[in-house]
């Protein structure tokens, strides 16, 4: 059974740390591009952070220089290291497994998501 358990989520002070895990089981990270995206209250999810299978990293604007994508594949893990947090990132996350716009978990066009891990950026 393909799936995936998101973690790391919480509550978190403005310029606080968090980092977030994806860990799959039933697919090989290796061969995917992995996906964090995240859906605020009453926003459109959003693509956040992406890394490919050769190790190259896109983020959105918003997030630039502030979160860090990893992976390893030896775990079937990604991460997702969020600094300097702002309370406008308050969402819950997600991730997803891709190659060419197939996802891995149902093999099927476009993202697939599962619980995601609620972030809290809040005094």
């Known amino acids: 059974q393909v799936q995936r358990v998101e973690s790391g989520g919480g509550l978190v002070e403005p310029g606080g740390s968090l980092r977030l895990s994806c860990a799959a089981s039933?697919?090989?990270?290796?061969?995917?591009?992995m996906d964090w995206y995240r859906q605020a209250p009453g926003k459109q999810r959003e693509l956040v952070a992406e890394?490919?299978?050769?190790?190259?990293?896109n983020y959105g604007n918003s997030v630039m220089c502030r979160f860090t994508i990893s992976r390893d594949n030896g775990k079937n893990t990604v991460y997702l290291q969020m600094n300097s947090l702002k309370p406008e990132y308050t969402a819950v996350y997600y991730c997803?497994?891709?190659?060419?716009?197939?996802?891995?978990?149902?093999?099927?066009?476009?993202?697939?998501w599962g619980q995601g891990t609620q972030v809290t950026v809040s005094s």
């Open positions: 890394i490919s299978t050769d190790g190259s990293e």
């Open positions: 039933g697919i090989s990270c290796r061969f995917y591009t």
């Open positions: 997803n497994a891709e190659i060419n716009g197939i996802n891995g978990y149902d093999d099927r066009p476009g993202p697939h």
